[in-house]
């Protein structure tokens, strides 16, 4: 899953102890593999998952030699199930444009002959700008509805928009204005030093010409300074509306190709009826994940150390140890280590397992599975294993830009990341109130399933019911406006937006979130399966629907 925050590497001296979850674990650090079957099986499962999340590969960073091992992986699995290939030139590949661009010292913004400069007057938050004197205008304070400015005032300017108190600034920064050339929004000043690393830093992006025809706005955060600079009152006088000065922009950015090519894999599963098997059901997961760390952390000091202090990983990241922490931390490590002598690991690979290996071999299997019935499903089902997904959705984004079929012949997209976990020790996420949540038996969390289709989230509530599944649902995700903005962090947002109806399954978060920790030993194979299953006869049912699953519901923003 598409991470929220930055979190700060965590240092050797970290004095830890043990945690149920991890006093628990019997399974092996390693694994013999072995030949899978046509069903779904926690024992196929734990098979594949041992294979995609080993340290051979890498982390499986997009655009490392790691991601390539992982992709060629799913490739070989998918001709021998006997997929499809649906990728470009009759491959299985589908090679998304992922670049390195680094910020020329140069750039600068010219303000009515008055230079701004990066850092200290604005950051880029987009890509390249160059513009010669395009007009400024006051856009507004946003709310909850967006920018106050209309269409035709924001028509080829530079919008300036300043942010409540109770702002999303991440959501600002990707804000979009209608008509605008540059969205320019104020809030650099509040802008934490960790967060104006990552905007200066080298970027990843999707290299796609086409972008330019879309209409896409250029994007920069403005220092109070600079943004009351550019007109005749300050800030807080001004109508919507109001006229300031213009500006020319140039941003440039050195680019670069990443080492090795970024990948979707697509395979397609044809139809058996004549007449519906050029519409498709979609089933993805992401192959990615975030690679090596620089500094190699002690292992099992870490998980404990997480499991205590950032239940919730990654998303936790900004938390640190009260002293009855880190003293309880300090009695588990020490019962850890009496149990498990010698245990000490030095471990630097994110291995992913959960995120989203988990996701990327349930539907190897429900590929395995739905290929060996007969007759296989009327519909079509094309399997899409998105790359890219932890830099931004980057593979879901190129895929359904430029898919590789209609895209409107997609009825459906049902989407896997992180469905290895949701057991009670696991904090899976926050309510839209800030109280903690956790798992627990035969626990799946639906995101997405009513948003644009009525009809298509009681299908998966119906099949759960009927078949025999009984996982027990939770929708604590799908609040809208939920801070976690889970709606719009990972793959089928991408499709969502197009209005393509969705369904995100995951078992939610977990203190090994984008860490080191998250391992294959760690993962609930037996729950795994059980998705697996309620998935595959989710897809089965759309595959033979007579109809495509009704939409009844607009395309809104991400969250």
């Known amino acids: 899953m598409k991470i929220r925050t930055l979190l700060p590497l965590l240092v050797l001296s970290v004095v830890a102890s043990l945690p149920a979850v991890v006093a628990a674990q019997a399974l092996p650090r390693t694994h013999t593999p072995e030949p899978t079957t046509a069903d779904i099986t926690a024992a196929d499962l734990m098979t594949r998952l041992y294979i995609f999340a080993a340290d051979s590969m890498q982390g499986r960073e997009a655009g490392t030699i790691g991601n390539v091992k992982g992709t060629d ?42 230079t701004l400069h990066v850092g200290d007057d604005f950051l880029p938050a987009g890509g390249a700008v160059e513009l010669k004197g395009v007009p400024i205008v006051y856009g507004g304070t946003i709310s909850e509805n967006g920018p106050p400015i209309t269409e035709a005032q924001a028509q080829d300017k530079v919008v300036v928009l300043t942010a409540g108190a109770d702002a999303n600034m991440r959501r600002l920064f990707r804000m979009n204005v209608p008509g605008a050339r540059v969205v320019a929004v104020v809030g650099l000043d509040q802008l934490p030093e960790a967060f104006r ?26 220092s109070s300074a600079a943004a009351n600079g550019m007109f005749d009152k300050p800030l807080d006088q001004l109508e919507v509306g109001a006229s300031g000065g213009t500006a020319d922009f140039d941003i440039r950015y050195d680019v670069k190709p990443m080492p090795y090519p970024s990948r979707n894999v697509v395979g397609i599963l044809r139809g058996s009826d004549p007449k519906l098997a050029g519409e498709y059901v979609a089933i993805g997961a992401h192959n990615d994940h975030i690679g090596i760390r620089d500094t190699p952390v002690d292992h099992d000091s870490l998980r404990i150390w997480n499991h205590v202090v950032r239940p919730e990983g990654a998303d936790d990241g900004g938390k640190q140890a009260t002293p009855e922490q880190q003293a309880e931390v300090g009695r588990l490590l020490e019962a850890y280590r009496r ?53 931004g959705l980057l593979g879901s984004a190129w895929f359904t830009d430029h898919a590789t079929v209609p895209r409107d012949s997609i009825v459906a997209q049902l989407n896997m990341d992180m469905v290895g976990r949701g057991g009670a020790d696991d904090e899976t996420g926050h309510t839209i109130e800030g109280e903690p949540h956790h798992g627990g038996p035969n626990y799946v969390l639906l995101v997405g399933s009513r948003r644009l289709s009525t009809e298509l989230g009681d299908i998966v509530e119906e099949v759960n019911k009927e078949e025999g599944h009984d996982l027990n649902f939770d929708y604590m995700f799908d609040a809208p406006n939920h801070p976690s903005n889970i709606y719009g962090r990972s793959d089928h947002y991408m499709y969502a937006r197009y209005g ?50 009704k939409v009844d519901h607009p395309i809104t923003d991400s969250n």
């Open 73 to 114: 992986y799913i490739a070989s699995e998918a001709k021998r199930i006997g997929l499809e290939p649906a990728g470009d030139a009759g491959t299985y590949f589908q090679t998304v444009p992922y670049k390195m661009r680094t910020l020329a010292d140069a750039s600068t913004i010219e303000v009515n002959g008055h």
């Open 197 to 222: 690393g990552y905007f200066l830093r080298p970027q990843g992006f999707i290299d796609d010409p086409a972008a330019a025809t879309k209409g896409a706005a250029g994007a920069v955060i403005l």
């Open 339 to 391: 149990e498990h002598p010698g245990s000490e690991r030095l471990d630097s690979i994110a291995n992913g397992a959960d995120d989203d290996g988990s996701g990327s071999v349930t539907v190897l299997e429900i590929a395995e599975k739905m290929a060996s019935m007969n007759p296989r499903p009327k519909r079509s089902t094309i399997f899409v294993w998105h790359v890219g997904e932890e830099k």
């Open 500 to 549: 393509i109806p969705i369904v995100f399954f995951t078992t939610g978060l977990h203190s090994d979130y984008h860490q080191v920790t998250d391992e294959p030993e760690y993962i609930d194979y037996p729950h795994m399966a059980k998705i697996g299953n309620l998935v595959e006869d989710v897809a089965v049912h759309l595959g033979n629907l007579d109809h495509r699953p």
